[in-house]
T-cell receptor
Framework: EAGVVQSPRYKIIEKKQPVAFWCNPI?????LYWYLQNLGQGPELLIR????????DSQLPKDRFSAERLKGVDSTLKIQPAELGDSAVYLC?????????????FGPGTRLTVL | AQSVTQPDIHITVSEGASLELRCNYS??????LFWYVQSPGQGLQLLLK??????LVQGIKGFEAEFKRSQSSFNLRKPSVHWSDAAEYFC???????????FGTGTRLKVLA
């Protein structure tokens, strides 16, 4: 069974440029999460989807970040414009259900470097 | 609000030695507790989890963890470390009734041959 797929794995951009990250969750997983992982830190939740609905985006900086999960499968996270402080690893995770006892499976992440 | 502390940023052990990684949490009740491992360039992989019941939990790759309510701890252990265990380990806490995990800052394990 394929795991969570993310692309690109690495992205280098200049500040003020837009960037997008793509995530394909494990087949059949209804819940999808985007996390931000700064260097030397643990992941922090940005947004959580149940099917196509964003049920918690309270930690998403909405002035520059946006996300979508059309058709309740793949998801895209966008930053526009990117700032130097956005350099981090962006992780996508998925789970079968929506309770905290459902194991979250993580993708390899996208490492973003903003110059 | 819940929080989690991993006091050790780096730990170095010799191959074949035993390992214990510390995790302390702050929460008003018994939380959900998790240990994840992250190898370089890889996503986080769940090692084990605790929700209730037996306080000694067995996980994958020979790891185990013990929930100690009196100490608010959930330490990860392995009796004999292998070179392939070198990675970063994250403890996470989840509040009952929510889906949110709070991750610790991680402990980077180095294994000496």
């Amino acid at each position: 069974e394929a795991g969570v797929v993310q692309s690109p794995r690495y992205k280098i951009i200049e500040k003020k440029q837009p960037v997008a990250f793509w995530c394909n969750p494990i087949s059949g997983h209804n819940t999808l999460y985007w996390y931000l992982q700064n260097l030397g830190q643990g992941p922090e939740l940005l947004i959580r989807y149940e099917n196509e609905e964003a049920v918690d985006d309270s930690q998403l900086p909405k002035d520059r970040f946006s996300a979508e999960r059309l058709k309740g499968v793949d998801s895209t996270l966008k930053i526009q414009p990117a700032e130097l402080g956005d350099s981090a690893v962006y992780l996508c995770a998925s789970s079968l259900g929506r309770t905290p006892t459902d194991t979250q499976y993580f993708g390899p992440g996208t490492r973003l470097t903003v110059l | 609000a819940q929080s989690v502390t991993q006091p050790d940023i780096h730990i170095t052990v010799s191959e074949g030695a035993s390992l214990e990684l510390r995790c302390n949490y702050s929460y008003g009740a018994t939380p959900y507790l998790f240990w994840y491992v992250q190898s370089p360039g890889q996503g986080l992989q769940l090692l084990l989890k605790y929700f209730s019941g037996d306080t000694l939990v067995q996980g994958i790759k020979g790891f185990e963890a013990e929930f100690k309510r009196s100490q608010s701890s959930f330490n990860l252990r392995k009796p004999s470390v292998h070179w392939s265990d070198a990675a970063e380990y994250f403890c996470a806490v989840g509040a009952r009734g929510t889906y949110k995990y709070i991750f610790g800052t991680g402990t980077r394990l180095k294994v000496l041959a």
